[in-house]
């Protein structure tokens, strides 16, 4: 077989060395994203299709001749869960969404018990794992692995594709869908996600669900994005860059509170400490950055709460009660858009629109 996407027709220094936007081009085939690598991967018009397709799947499966449907999609084929970084959310996410389609799964979590603790390399376990398996979904806290491996497989007679569940510090592609998803879903009656305004807040240097996410929303028309962070914790150059290139409005600040009221959304994430060489983000006063219960009366009557999880003491707990905290269904979202993804990479995104079992 060979790979449906180009990366057969680019050498690897060649292909690292491109930016993002441009990568992009070759994992696509045709319209469809075949390895799901990068936000940059994702058009506006791909974002309304797999938002629609994840709302569809997700009716389909309120009864039980759709959930029956919906297993049959994909029965027979199998998808491997490579996660060597801790995960509880996209793991088990992805597991669900496996299994909705009907998909059999494998995994492994620690290389201590793998062939990877004999020595064998990264390229050597990916190329065994494509020898029994349909589909890699891998989690690394190397960034451009998942790159590196959907390049290599590519050039080989068993190009399966590689969905990235979390890359270094760098993409985590499928959270920013999810994330997406959520907005879709919470601005629904209101317009959709255009024109309005997303404050992230917290770890924004080192946090890879923020970098997709930013990059996503500027699919979408006049939408303010504010960043609000200790200067040590702020966001990149290289997002700013994108958002300037993509004629973006953008705001870097560290006072959390006087942007609450504007915001339609605030999109907390956690101090992300793992990356820390000897603990100095621990040095680094973050209260400022949670979010407690009063701080719901600055708020709009309509904004929510995000989070991608795990949290610790971003956000009070008194908080969840409230209305406008979506992280909870945020979280479940992520089940159904991984679903509508997986089925659009195996090409069943127009069978699952045209099929009659909704009408039933
Ligand atoms: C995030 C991640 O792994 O980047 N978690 C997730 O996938 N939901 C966020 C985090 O770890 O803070």
């Not at 390049?151 to 080989?156: F, R, Y």
């Not at 939408?223 to 973006?248: H, M, R, S």
């Not at 339609?264 to 973050?286: L, N």
């Not at 406008?324 to 195996?346: C, D, E, K, P, T």
Request: proline residues 5%.
């Amino acid at each position: 077989m060979t790979a449906p996407c180009s990366l057969t027709e680019i050498g690897w220094e060649e292909f690292r060395a491109l930016p993002p936007d441009h990568k992009a081009v070759y994992l696509q085939a045709g319209a469809r994203e075949y390895h799901v690598l990068l936000a940059q991967q994702f058009s506006r018009e791909r974002l309304d299709a797999l938002g629609r397709l994840a709302t569809r799947i997700r009716r389909i499966a309120k009864a039980d001749e759709g959930r029956r449907y919906l297993r049959d999609l994909l029965a027979g084929r199998r998808a491997m869960l490579y996660f060597t970084q801790p995960s509880s959310r996209t793991f088990l996410s992805f597991c669900a969404a496996c299994q909705i389609l009907g998909m059999d799964i494998g995994e492994v979590r620690d290389t201590a018990v793998s062939s990877e603790f004999k020595g064998e390399s990264q390229e050597d376990s990916v190329r065994t794992f494509s020898s029994y398996f349909d589909l890699i979904i891998m989690r690394s806290q190397i960034g451009g692995l998942a790159e590196r491996m959907a390049w290599v497989l590519s050039n080989t007679d068993r190009p399966v594709p590689i969905i990235n569940a979390g890359s270094g510090k760098d993409q985590h592609p499928t959270q920013a869908l999810l994330d997406v998803y959520t907005l879709q879903r919470s601005f629904e009656r209101r317009g959709g996600p255009d024109g309005k305004t997303i404050v992230f807040v917290g770890d924004l240097a080192r946090g890879r669900t923020v970098r997709s996410l930013s990059w996503l929303l500027t699919r979408y028309r006049d939408v303010t994005q504010i960043f609000v962070a200790p200067p040590e914790l702020q966001i990149g150059e290289d997002v700013l860059g994108w958002l300037q290139q993509a004629g973006v409005q953008y705001e870097r600040t560290n006072d959390m509170a006087a942007c609450l009221p504007r915001a339609d959304a605030v999109y907390m994430t956690r101090i992300q400490d793992e990356w820390d060489a000897a603990g100095e983000s621990r040095r680094i006063p973050t209260e400022a950055f949670h979010f407690a219960r009063r701080h719901l009366d600055l708020l709009k009557p309509d904004a929510v709460v995000m989070h991608p999880f795990p949290r610790r003491q971003e956000i009070a707990p008194d908080v969840d009660s409230d209305p406008r905290a979506v992280y909870w269904r945020q979280m479940r979202n992520g089940m159904w858009i991984r679903a509508a993804l997986i089925a659009s990479v195996f090409g069943k995104d127009t069978a699952i629109e045209a099929s009659h079992v909704l009408d039933a």
